[in-house]
Structures are given as structure tokens and as C-alpha cells.
């Protein structure tokens, strides 16, 4: 129940490849990962990270777990599984925890998520939990987020009816499904300080992702998740009510797949990446092969100019991966592209068309469910990186691992 603790082992590993510290966080049998990178783990002093686990009678909730000692602190009580949303596609209707919602305010020590279709809002130091909104009954949601002034909360909503498409890979025929009957997503926001809620708009297509500006709550980022029309980035301005996308892909048709957008720390830009020359639905393509045709890439945007820099990578660095930019802004930590076992850090110098890389550690994730994607997350310091392996557990079951980032880590190769 909420407010239960736990304790786990810190084991100390050392990275046989770089000689890197990276701690194993867990130890409790269970499925253990950290939130959705578009969300930072980490307090603000980083002391503490969040992270959801079934260790508790094997329904997922959210703790916090101590750096320090290992002592993990139970935030929700859920009893019931998790809720069908956005990559947990088989969970139930209107009931469990929603493991896409969480979203965390660092800042205001709040946490987001979403339970039985109501959206909870937990002040991380008290543990007082106030449910400020009810969503609709038989709708699915994808990954929220928290303005950074904390006001204001943001949920991607589309009919449960999306989900029930038949057989086959769910993420293929969701999206041929919503395509074919245009079925619309709406973008609710909630004032987190009165609970009054508005839809800012509706949209043919599925949204799944969703992003605040870092300084301007009226700017959000979002996507059309998979090959629809008109996908994937688009930037909605409520001050004129108006959506425009912002990296323009339709000229390259299905050859070109852009995926994980985020805000580059605290700068204007938009940080994505993805493949030219390869369909743009997952499910279409070897996401491990490397294939001649196929080039994988870097992108970086300015919203307001529409400039735009794109680095491509070796033909041989096509793994599946993510990408997470550092506070700073000056590196970035990516689980894949140079190859699909390790963490590297990268750091672009984009008017010269360079990218600096090396290899911080392994990761060996099997990459066999979303819960165990690495998701590499630095700290607010910069000097620590968080991720999610089952290399130690059962095979799509997760640990939570930090690397140690504090030693000199030297360049050792150049792309570009």
C-alpha cells in the first residue's frame, strides 16, 4: 500500500569495456523501469529516483528509491494491473495504473499519473494525493507531461474503439485503423491549482506523445504516432489556436522515419531522430540489420526559423534507439544507433556537421518489451546517467542501473 517501503541491494558493477562504475539499483524480484525519458527521474537533488515496479503484489505502482541506502518508498496504490494506453496495449479498460502516465515536476515535487481513468496529482515529500480529474470512460492515453511552472498537465485522449483492431502487431493496426476512419485524438490540458480541464484541440490521428515548451506552457510539442498522413512533429500555440509541423517529412514519403521528439534542454530547439531510405513503420523493418540503403540520423530544429541541422551516422549504425540531451544541452546519451548493447554520449557540433562520441557503458537490454528500453536519463547535474536493462533479470523484466559519469571521459571517435 502506499506509503509501504522496501529495500534493495545496491550491486557494483564495473563496465568491462570502459572500466565506467554503473550500479545496479534493484534487487527485489520484479519488473523494475524508470519513467518515460520524457519525464526526468530525478529530484532535484538528486538523491532519489522514481521508478515503477510490480514488486508489490505484482501490480505496478510508483516509488521512489534512495540513492543512498536502497530504501524504495511505495507513491501509489494500485491493486488492480494497468490500464490499455499508448505500448501497454493488452491492459484493461478503465481500470489499473496507466504505466505510460506518470509524469514527474522535479521542481514542485509532484508527481502525475493516472488510476482507475482518474488523473492524480501526489506531492512527493507529504505523500498527499488529490485526484483532480476524471477521464471519460473507454478512452486510451499515451505519455503525459507537467508544464515546468507545474500548472498545468497534459493528456494525449483518443476512443478506446482505436484499440480494438484485430489481430496482428497492435502498433501497425491502430494506426491503419485510425488512418482509415480518421478517428481524432484530443490534447487535454488540466490546471493542476483548479482541476478545470480543456480539450485546446482535436486532430485526425493518433497522438501519443506530448511536450510543454521548457519556458512557455502556451507551446506544446506532439506527434502522429506511426505512418499516417502529416505525421510526425507538429507544434500546437494556444495563443492562436493554431498546430504547424515542424520538420515537413511528406516530401520523402515513407522512406523517411522520424521519431522521439524533445525539447533540447532549455534551448528553443527540437532534438529527433530517425532513418531515411527504410518504410517508417517499425514493424516493416529489421530494426537490428543493418541495411546499405538505409541512414540513420541525427536532426536538431529551430521552431521559429525553421532551420534546421540533420547529421547522418555510418551505414553500418542503424540500432534501434532513443535519445536524451543533457540538462546543459551540450551532449547528448543515446541506447542504440552505434550499436543496440551499449550507451554512448555524443556530443554534435552542428555548424560543422560533426558528431563526438564514446562509449560510456553497456547496457545488453534485450529490448524485448517497452518496460526494458533503456531510456538513458542523465541527472539534473549531468553527472550521472539512469537506465533500464534485463541483462540481470528475466528476460523482459527490468533493473534499474546508474552509471557514474563523474570521471573523464575521453572522446574516442568522430562521425561526420
Given at each position: 500500500?502506499?506509503?509501504?517501503?522496501?529495500?534493495?541491494?545496491?550491486?557494483?558493477?564495473?563496465?568491462?569495456?570502459?572500466?565506467?562504475?554503473?550500479?545496479?539499483?534493484?534487487?527485489?524480484?520484479?519488473?523494475?523501469?524508470?519513467?518515460?525519458?520524457?519525464?526526468?527521474?530525478?529530484?532535484?537533488?538528486?538523491?532519489?529516483?522514481?521508478?515503477?515496479?510490480?514488486?508489490?503484489?505484482?501490480?505496478?505502482?510508483?516509488?521512489?528509491?534512495?540513492?543512498?541506502?536502497?530504501?524504495?518508498?511505495?507513491?501509489?496504490?494500485?491493486?488492480?494491473?494497468?490500464?490499455?494506453?499508448?505500448?501497454?496495449?493488452?491492459?484493461?479498460?478503465?481500470?489499473?495504473?496507466?504505466?505510460?502516465?506518470?509524469?514527474?515536476?522535479?521542481?514542485?515535487?509532484?508527481?502525475?499519473?493516472?488510476?482507475?481513468?482518474?488523473?492524480?496529482?501526489?506531492?512527493?515529500?507529504?505523500?498527499?494525493?488529490?485526484?483532480?480529474?476524471?477521464?471519460?470512460?473507454?478512452?486510451?492515453?499515451?505519455?503525459?507531461?507537467?508544464?515546468?511552472?507545474?500548472?498545468?498537465?497534459?493528456?494525449?485522449?483518443?476512443?478506446?474503439?482505436?484499440?480494438?483492431?484485430?489481430?496482428?502487431?497492435?502498433?501497425?493496426?491502430?494506426?491503419?485503423?485510425?488512418?482509415?476512419?480518421?478517428?481524432?485524438?484530443?490534447?487535454?490540458?488540466?490546471?493542476?491549482?483548479?482541476?478545470?480541464?480543456?480539450?485546446?484541440?482535436?486532430?485526425?490521428?493518433?497522438?501519443?506523445?506530448?511536450?510543454?515548451?521548457?519556458?512557455?506552457?502556451?507551446?506544446?510539442?506532439?506527434?502522429?504516432?506511426?505512418?499516417?498522413?502529416?505525421?510526425?512533429?507538429?507544434?500546437?500555440?494556444?495563443?492562436?489556436?493554431?498546430?504547424?509541423?515542424?520538420?515537413?517529412?511528406?516530401?520523402?514519403?515513407?522512406?523517411?522515419?522520424?521519431?522521439?521528439?524533445?525539447?533540447?534542454?532549455?534551448?528553443?530547439?527540437?532534438?529527433?531522430?530517425?532513418?531515411?531510405?527504410?518504410?517508417?513503420?517499425?514493424?516493416?523493418?529489421?530494426?537490428?540489420?543493418?541495411?546499405?540503403?538505409?541512414?540513420?540520423?541525427?536532426?536538431?530544429?529551430?521552431?521559429?526559423?525553421?532551420?534546421?541541422?540533420?547529421?547522418?551516422?555510418?551505414?553500418?549504425?542503424?540500432?534501434?534507439?532513443?535519445?536524451?540531451?543533457?540538462?546543459?544541452?551540450?551532449?547528448?546519451?543515446?541506447?542504440?544507433?552505434?550499436?543496440?548493447?551499449?550507451?554512448?554520449?555524443?556530443?554534435?557540433?552542428?555548424?560543422?556537421?560533426?558528431?563526438?562520441?564514446?562509449?560510456?557503458?553497456?547496457?545488453?537490454?534485450?529490448?524485448?518489451?517497452?518496460?526494458?528500453?533503456?531510456?538513458?536519463?542523465?541527472?539534473?547535474?549531468?553527472?550521472?546517467?539512469?537506465?533500464?536493462?534485463?541483462?540481470?533479470?528475466?528476460?523482459?523484466?527490468?533493473?534499474?542501473?546508474?552509471?557514474?559519469?563523474?570521471?573523464?571521459?575521453p572522446l574516442t571517435g568522430q562521425i561526420g
Open positions: 500500500m502506499k506509503g509501504s517501503i522496501y529495500r534493495h541491494d545496491v550491486i557494483v558493477r564495473t563496465d568491462e569495456a570502459t572500466g565506467q562504475t554503473v550500479r545496479q539499483l534493484t534487487s527485489l524480484p520484479g519488473n523494475h523501469h524508470h519513467l518515460y525519458f520524457t519525464s526526468n527521474s530525478f529530484t532535484t537533488d538528486n538523491r532519489d529516483v522514481l521508478f515503477i515496479s510490480d514488486q508489490s503484489g505484482g501490480h505496478p505502482n510508483v516509488f521512489k528509491l534512495s540513492l543512498e541506502d536502497g530504501t524504495a518508498v511505495q507513491l501509489t496504490d494500485n491493486r488492480d494491473g494497468y490500464m490499455r494506453s499508448y505500448v501497454y496495449y493488452d491492459g484493461g479498460i478503465n481500470r489499473g495504473l496507466a504505466k505510460a502516465s506518470p509524469s514527474y515536476d522535479p521542481h514542485h515535487h509532484r508527481l502525475l499519473y493516472i488510476q482507475d481513468n482518474r488523473v492524480h496529482l501526489l506531492n512527493l515529500h507529504t505523500l498527499e494525493d488529490e485526484m483532480i480529474y476524471r477521464l471519460a470512460d473507454h478512452v486510451c492515453t499515451g505519455f503525459t507531461h507537467i508544464s515546468a511552472d507545474g500548472r498545468y498537465a497534459c493528456i494525449p485522449v483518443i476512443d478506446s474503439s482505436a484499440f480494438e483492431a484485430g489481430s496482428g502487431n497492435p502498433f501497425t493496426r491502430i494506426r491503419l485503423k485510425v488512418s482509415r476512419e480518421q478517428i481524432e485524438s484530443q490534447l487535454l490540458v488540466i490546471d493542476t491549482h483548479t482541476g478545470e480541464a480543456e480539450v485546446r484541440f482535436s486532430q485526425a490521428g493518433w497522438i501519443t506523445h506530448v511536450q510543454f515548451h521548457p519556458a512557455d506552457s502556451n507551446l506544446i510539442l506532439y506527434n502522429h504516432e506511426g505512418g499516417m498522413v502529416e505525421q510526425r512533429m507538429w507544434l500546437y500555440d494556444h495563443r492562436t489556436g493554431q498546430s504547424v509541423k515542424v520538420r515537413d517529412q511528406s516530401s520523402a514519403g515513407s522512406t523517411l522515419w522520424i521519431c522521439h521528439e524533445l525539447w533540447a534542454g532549455r534551448e528553443e530547439a527540437v532534438l529527433y531522430h530517425g532513418t531515411l531510405g527504410t518504410p517508417n513503420d517499425p514493424s516493416m523493418k529489421d530494426l537490428h540489420g543493418a541495411r546499405e540503403e538505409i541512414v540513420s540520423f541525427i536532426g536538431r530544429i529551430d521552431p521559429a526559423s525553421g532551420r534546421e541541422w540533420e547529421l547522418a551516422f555510418p551505414a553500418s549504425m542503424q540500432a534501434y534507439g532513443h535519445f536524451m540531451m543533457s540538462p546543459a544541452g551540450d551532449r547528448f546519451a543515446t541506447d542504440g544507433i552505434i550499436d543496440g548493447r551499449s550507451i554512448h554520449l555524443i556530443e554534435p557540433d552542428w555548424e560543422k556537421g560533426q558528431l563526438f562520441w564514446t562509449k560510456a557503458c553497456s547496457h545488453n537490454s534485450s529490448f524485448a518489451t517497452q518496460d526494458v528500453h533503456p531510456h538513458p536519463v542523465f541527472s539534473h547535474d549531468s553527472r550521472r546517467l539512469l537506465f533500464t536493462s534485463d541483462a540481470h533479470n528475466e528476460r523482459a523484466k527490468g533493473h534499474l542501473y546508474l552509471a557514474d559519469l563523474q570521471t573523464h571521459v
